[in-house]
């Protein structure tokens, strides 16, 4: 969002700098320059307010991010009711978020908001300041603060991906899925579970992004390899349908403000093959000792966001562990089925037989009929008395079980299921022997394995 005036050398750069200081007027940026430098000021510090808001758990802020957020939802449900005639039903939430989407008709009429606001507002700054020469100050620390907030994300991406967190590996109820029976985002989150290489590889990428983003003279480096790298997520996010398509985009866009000033330089080298100077880093503060001071709290501020996150991932993933370990984990097939003391056999066309139960946690367990897909239910263990609930769309509604496990691999369970008896025998099924579990990684194929 610099000014495009000319290359300069180093000498002149510096040169211009201390003129400055000695009180020589500095260059004036173009008109245009001006006006779009006011409207992303005004629109990115709307749509990135959460992240001061988000950091400074403190009473003050927290009276403020409460006021922020009642505004928005009182806000956005006026907007779209009496100024886009929309019949949404946005209920109570704030972001109005389901199922983890941040594409929703709230987000979209609050970004169309901050459009509109910034559109006002850069009207209205622009007759009043006319006189203005540049935003050289402003447009410094605007930019600390959007790569620090770039960062933030990044480094929070990354490392979920370097954990097999946000894109963990197929559950047992996924393995046993079609491929017609899955979403295009569930297809999506199953193949990058599935390949731990290539979900570290791309962590790893963002995490480098957050951490080049810190560091003043490797900002725009890091603003590629973000641009880069965002570039790819969101292309799965358009693929695939995700949910998440608005925040990658404005990511991408953040990214590409910081690359701004050096694009020209950019283009001059990468695709003219032009002679470039090296491009002088222009400083926050006029003391040296100040400046020295400000590049060592962000990457000091950076290192604490990666060990935060790292601690923060790895405790999560002990937690999600703790709750794999369950006694009855693991897929069990039915052998017999027994409704009333009547054996019910095993006919595709029956909905009230089983065909497998999957046990995945202390809380998750899924059915899966003779006909039909697996049915997803909550789970809930007392271990003490060897009995569980399984509660949810279940023929008869929920069933409450006692379990024996005789032998390792076999259960027998013994209860109600919709105020009738049920007994039902089962063995478990080893889901090492799935081929997506077992194929592994090959340099040498003499031939593809492609199923």
Known sequence: MQPQLRAESPSNSIAGSEGEARGIEPPCWRLG?????????????LYTLYFPLHFLSIPPVLLISQMYSSLWSAAVPWVSRHALHLSHDFGMDYLNTVGGSKDTTFVYVQ?????LIALLATVIWSLLDRQRRNYKWLHKWFTVYLRLNLAVGMIAYGVAKLFPLQFPPPSLSKLLETYGESSPMGLMWTFMGASR????????????????????????????VCIGVMSNVLTLNLGYDIPVKLGSIHLILIAGFVVLPDLRRLVDFFVLNRRVEPAPAPP??????????????????????????????????????ARNTVPLYGIWSVDEFKIGGE?????LSD???????????????????????????????????????????????????????????????TGKMGGQPVSVTLHKEDESKFLLNSRGFHWIQDYSVNQ
């Open 33 to 45: 320059t001006k006006i779009a430098f006011r409207f992303a000021f005004v629109y990115f510090s």
């Open 111 to 115: 970004v169309l908001c901050y459009l």
């Open 351 to 413: 909905p009230v037989r089983w065909n497998r139960i999957i046990v995945e946690s202390d809380q998750d367990a899924g059915v899966q009929p003779m006909s039909g897909p697996v049915q997803h239910l909550y789970l809930h263990f007392d271990k003490q008395n060897r009995k569980f609930i399984l509660a949810g769309h279940v023929p008869y509604g929920s069933a409450a079980f006692n379990y024996e496990n005789p032998q390792p691999e076999v259960l027998i369970l």
């Open 197 to 224: 290489i290539y979900s570290i590889f791309g962590g790893a990428g963002e995490v480098l992004a957050g951490l080049l983003l810190v560091v003043p003279r490797l900002a725009t480096l890091g603003a590629l």
């Open 284 to 321: 926050l503060f006029r003391r040296k000792w100040l400046n020295r001071v400000a590049i060592a709290l962000q990457v000091a501020f950076g290192l604490l966001l990666l060990a935060y996150n790292l601690y923060h991932s790895e405790h999560l993933l002990r937690a999600i562990q």
């Open 343 to 347: 054996v019910r056999p095993p006919l």
